[in-house]
């Protein structure tokens, strides 16, 4: 009798543990959706602001002027945008997971960047299995 509690113990205790991997691996996937995309908005954002700056309907200064409120305004957004593109790349995102199923433990940078929303289970998750 002893032995059967005990294995029924540690059948409630490690539950939650076995699919533990794999909504790490999910996690992973969205916070690198999310970056990513919000990256491209920021891209997309200074490309726009770098434009209507030099050409568009804000352009009534002179050429110098144009320039350099372009680079500021438009600039500084695409490289932020393009660095968060370069950091949440897939390609990062697919060696952060192979190491992580081969037993590594995940970068420090993304572990702190993980949220209990990415963690979540949603109806589009579950469409997709």
Same mark, same amino acid.
């Given at each position: 009798?002893?032995?059967?509690?005990?294995?029924c113990?540690?059948?409630?205790?490690?539950?939650?543990?076995?699919?533990?991997?794999?909504?790490?691996?999910? &996690?992973?996937?969205?916070?690198?959706?999310?970056?990513?995309?919000?990256?491209?908005t920021?891209?997309?954002?200074?490309?726009?602001a770098?434009?209507?700056?030099?050409?568009?309907?804000?352009?009534?200064?002179?050429?110098?002027?144009?320039?350099?409120?372009?680079v500021?305004?438009?600039?500084v957004?695409?490289?932020?945008? &393009?660095?968060?593109?370069v950091?949440?790349?897939?390609e990062?995102?697919a060696?952060?997971?192979?190491?992580?199923?081969?037993?590594?433990?995940?970068p420090?940078?993304?572990r702190?960047?993980?949220?209990?929303k990415?963690f979540?289970?949603?109806?589009?998750?579950?469409?997709?299995?």
């Amino acid at each position: 009798m002893k032995k059967v509690t005990l294995f029924c113990c540690l059948v409630v205790w490690a539950g939650p543990g076995f699919s533990q991997g794999r909504d790490t691996v999910r &996690a992973v996937h969205k916070l690198f959706a999310q970056k990513r995309g919000s990256g491209a908005t920021w891209v997309a954002t200074g490309a726009e602001a770098a434009y209507d700056e030099s050409v568009g309907w804000r352009s009534i200064r002179s050429k110098k002027e144009n320039t350099t409120a372009a680079v500021v305004d438009g600039g500084v957004p695409m490289v932020v945008g &393009a660095l968060q593109l370069v950091r949440f790349s897939p390609e990062r995102e697919a060696a952060i997971v192979k190491s992580y199923q081969e037993g590594w433990n995940i970068p420090a940078d993304i572990r702190r960047k993980l949220r209990r929303k990415h963690f979540r289970l949603t109806t589009r998750d579950l469409s997709q299995r």
